[in-house]
């Protein structure tokens, strides 16, 4: 069975500093691993993703996540940290190999930018 | 280019009744997930379409139904409300013939039940 496991409710960054978001999955196989982001009363928004290849993935408004496979971790971060990172952020995994594999999500992070 | 469209944004119902949840997924997207995220937590899986059947199913009631239409449109239809239903539901699409492709949300439609 799949699972997320985001283990931080709520991360707290001043603007400018590096912010670190954590995410682990477990997945059968070799996963397909996702970041999206939400802000009050909207949809998810998708910022990056994994697949294969190189372990730094880079995605939308310069956020980037590191694949751990040995760690079976995601993490997402960004070098600067922006008022406007402010929301909730929901890591996901889906397993590869199987056309009808779901998407599973975290129980999100609610990153806080303060000024 | 739309992007992932639901209707209604908001909705009031009693327990007891019966609702009808409308999605139109993405230009040239064919699958159609729905979700369920309640309030603080993350979504849901209810069930996927593709190809006008359900593909895959999460841990819901038979309660929750759905259907997938020629034009890929979707419905979400739950029977005999509880307050427990009350929650943002989520389409997403995607292309469904690559199943590393990200999911495309709509806005969601905000159910209460009293």
């Known amino acids: 069975a799949q699972s997320v496991a985001q283990p931080e409710d709520q991360v707290n960054v001043a603007e400018g500093n590096p912010l670190t978001v954590k995410c682990t999955y477990s997945?059968?196989?070799?996963?397909?691993l996702f970041w999206y982001v939400q802000y009050p009363n909207r949809g998810l928004q998708f910022l990056l993703k994994y697949i294969t290849g190189d372990n730094l993935v880079k995605g939308s408004y310069g956020f980037e996540a590191e694949f751990n496979k040995s760690q079976t971790s995601f993490h997402l971060k960004k070098p600067s940290a922006l008022v406007s990172d402010s929301a909730l952020y929901f890591c996901?995994?889906?397993?590869?190999?199987?056309?009808?594999?779901?998407?599973?999500f975290g129980s999100g992070t609610r990153l806080s930018i303060r000024p | 280019d739309a992007g992932v469209t639901q209707s209604p944004t908001h909705l009031i119902k009693t327990r007891g009744q019966q609702v009808t949840l409308r999605c139109s997924p993405k230009?040239?997207?064919?699958?159609v997930s729905w979700y369920q995220q309640a309030l603080g937590q993350g979504p849901q899986f209810i069930f996927q379409y593709y190809e006008e059947e359900e593909r895959q199913r999460g841990n819901f009631p038979d309660r929750f139904s759905g259907h997938q239409f020629p034009n890929y449109s979707s419905e979400l239809n739950v029977n005999a409300l509880l307050l427990g239903d009350s929650a943002l539901y989520l389409c997403?699409?995607?292309?469904?013939?690559?199943?590393?492709?990200?999911?495309?949300f709509g806005n969601g439609t905000r159910l209460t039940v009293t």
């Open positions: 997403a699409s995607s292309g469904g013939a690559v199943n590393n492709s990200p999911l495309h």
């Open positions: 997945v059968s196989g070799n996963p397909y």
């Open positions: 996901a995994v889906r397993a590869s190999g199987s056309s009808a594999s779901k998407i599973i």
């Open positions: 230009s040239g997207h064919d699958t």
